[in-house]
């Protein structure tokens, strides 16, 4: 028996509940490797799983938990051995499938990635789904041309979890980054990241009918989409390009055309749960380079199963700021 957090749901009433449970191996979904799990962390996406599912869980009980990183217990697999570290991330562990919460987890093979060499599991975690995708975001602007000469990068919702490593990162390689936050008491924080510019959130959330504003970001990580999303890409550089990451500002896009036409702006979609191995592979090996160890520190609060459930409701909320690393052991 080993520890877990479970979610059950009453069918009468339809509310969840989640709390710390024994299980057995014998419960664990099928799979061909069992991984001892060291530590998890708190995504949106857990937030959801752990509370009320949000549509993105279908049966229960239910163990959430996106993301996990440990040490392999057991292999059927060529590809791991007992003894081989590594980082889940995405493929809906945790949303359709049990997921990290638990001391135990036994997944597909083909849904792991080797922990690179000098990154722990804990610093994997501390990185977890959020940095995967802000990784990823940066990597798919260097590769439609992005350089640190070209001007300043602009990142929405940078005290977040997706936008604190983006920043990092971004300020690590050379770029001027420009933070925006509504949060006025994580400035000095997002500073310490490396950001050298403060962007008030309403001076950007504002929505404008000019289509086009001055030329003022040579790219952008994106985190809020909505009216703000909308905005920025009016104020794209020629050429440039904006990595959309999230909705945490609404899921539409009240924008025209124009930014796209007049000034040939890129608009490119991030998706971190379906990436294909050799993608993961290079976002993991890129993480343990261009990641400054000391900043992801920064942004880590160390936390424990029993924690979750009030963590869950605090990230839907939004006050959680920078990374929470689950120790699924303690």
């Known amino acids: 028996m080993f520890n877990a957090l479970v979610v059950n749901k009453d069918e009468d009433s ?7 449970e024994e299980i057995s191996m014998d419960q664990l979904p099928e799979g061909d490797v069992v991984v001892a799990v060291e530590y998890s962390t708190v995504n949106y996406k857990d937030g959801l799983c752990i509370g009320p599912g949000g549509g993105l869980v279908r049966t229960y009980p239910h163990v959430p ?23 889940l991330t995405g493929w809906r562990v945790g949303e359709n499938r049990w997921g990290g919460y638990a001391q135990k987890a036994r997944v597909k093979s083909s849904q792991l990635v080797p922990l690179p060499d000098g990154l722990s599991s804990r610093h994997a975690m501390a990185v977890g789904t959020a940095g995967f995708t802000a990784m990823l975001a940066v990597m798919a602007l260097e590769d439609h041309g992005l350089k640190p000469d070209q001007g300043p990068v602009l990142v929405t919702g940078a005290a977040g979890g997706v936008g604190s490593v983006a920043t990092a990162i971004l300020a690590n390689l050379g770029y001027e980054v420009a933070a925006v936050t509504g949060r006025p008491e994580t400035a000095e924080y997002l500073k310490t990241l490396g950001a050298t510019q403060i962007v008030p959130r309403e001076e950007i959330n504002e ?16 985190a809020v989409g909505g009216d703000m999303l909308a905005r920025v890409l ?11 990451v999230g909705l945490a500002g609404g899921a539409g896009l009240p924008a025209t055309v124009i930014p796209f036409l007049l000034r040939g702006v890129n608009l490119l979609g991030i998706d971190s749960v379906m990436q294909p191995f050799e993608q993961r592979v290079r976002a993991w ?5 261009d990641l400054p160890m000391d900043k992801l520190d920064a942004m880590v609060h160390p936390a424990t199963l029993s924690d979750l459930p009030q963590l869950g409701r605090d990230i839907l909320a939004g006050q959680v700021k920078g990374r929470v690393v689950v120790d699924v052991n303690a």
């Not at 339809?14 to 710390?20: D, E, R």
């Not at 009016?234 to 959309?244: D, E, F, R, T």
């Open 65 to 87: 938990g996106i993301d996990f990183a440990g040490t392999v217990e057991s292999s059927d697999s060529d590809q791991y051995k007992a003894g081989d570290k590594v980082v």
């Open 234 to 244: 009016g104020q794209m550089k020629y050429g440039a390009s904006v990595s959309a």
């Open 207 to 222: 929505t404008t009918k000019r289509p086009l504003e001055a030329e003022t970001w040579a790219g952008c990580v994106d």
């Open 14 to 20: 339809g509310k969840t509940s989640a709390a710390v």
């Open 285 to 289: 090996d890129r993480i343990a380079k």
